[in-house]
């Protein structure tokens, strides 16, 4: 079964701190595939960065990076130098070929940045 | 491109009512999925329409319906509204999936339900 797992419920940090945001997935398809999304109080998904099963190169993009590890099930964010327009529920999701278009979102992980 | 959009926005509906939601999606996406947020249950697939018919679905009751029509616009339908269906619904647009390949899919700013 397909299962996505954010243990963090609420981080809150400094402002230029780093924070890094965990996801750990389960599924036994070989072909699957991992989204970020962020959603501001305004309620809207907003996605981030997708990442294919049999793509485990990292990306950065600008203070954004993750880190996508296979052999841990891993598929963590991090957030250099944050900034209080962060603040958001972040939310980790995954589909495989079985399920096609039903992702699996994680339960959210709730990062408040103080000024 | 213009993104997906939901109609309405806020919603206050009684208990044992019926309620149509409507989305709009990205301008060539064929493929609209709905999904319910809430606070206990965190985000739940409902289901998702591809030219005009439901390819899959979530497990909740027949109370929860849904349509797509030929421009790609969907709508879904609760009936007999439970307290329990205060929520956020939220509907996602992706362009055509094919061979199990899944596509990123794009939301919408979501419809609050509140049922009293």
């Known amino acids: 079964a397909q299962k996505v797992t954010q243990a963090q419920t609420e981080i809150s940090v400094v402002e230029k701190e780093d924070v890094t945001l965990d996801c750990v997935y389960e599924?036994?398809?070989?072909?699957?595939?991992l989204f970020w999304y962020k959603q501001p109080p305004s309620g809207e998904l907003v996605f981030l960065i997708r990442r294919n099963s049999f793509d485990e190169q990292n990306e950065i993009s600008g203070r954004y990076s993750w880190n996508f590890q296979k052999s841990t099930s891993s598929f963590n964010f991090t957030i250099t130098a944050s900034q209080v327009v962060d603040s958001a529920v972040y939310f980790c999701a995954l589909s495989d070929q079985n399920t096609g278009n039903q992702f699996y979102f994680g339960t959210g992980t709730s990062l408040t940045v103080i000024p | 491109k213009a993104g997906v959009t939901q109609t309405p926005r806020y919603l206050i509906k009684t208990r044992g009512q019926q309620v149509t939601l409507s989305c709009s999606p990205i301008s060539g996406h064929r493929s609209v999925s709905w999904y319910q947020q809430t606070p206990g249950q965190g985000l739940q697939f409902l289901f998702e329409?591809?030219?005009?018919?439901?390819?899959n679905k979530g497990n909740f009751p027949g109370r929860f319906s849904g349509r797509q029509f030929s421009n790609s616009r969907s709508e879904m339908n609760v009936s007999t509204l439970e307290l329990g269906d205060s929520a956020l619904y939220l509907c996602?647009?992706?362009?055509?999936?094919?061979?199990?390949?899944?596509?990123?899919?794009?939301f919408g700013p979501g419809t609050r339900l509140t049922v009293l």
């Open positions: 996602a647009s992706s362009s055509f999936v094919s061979g199990g390949r899944t596509d990123t899919q794009y």
């Open positions: 599924t036994r398809d070989t072909t699957y595939y």
């Open positions: 329409y591809f030219s005009e018919t439901q390819r």
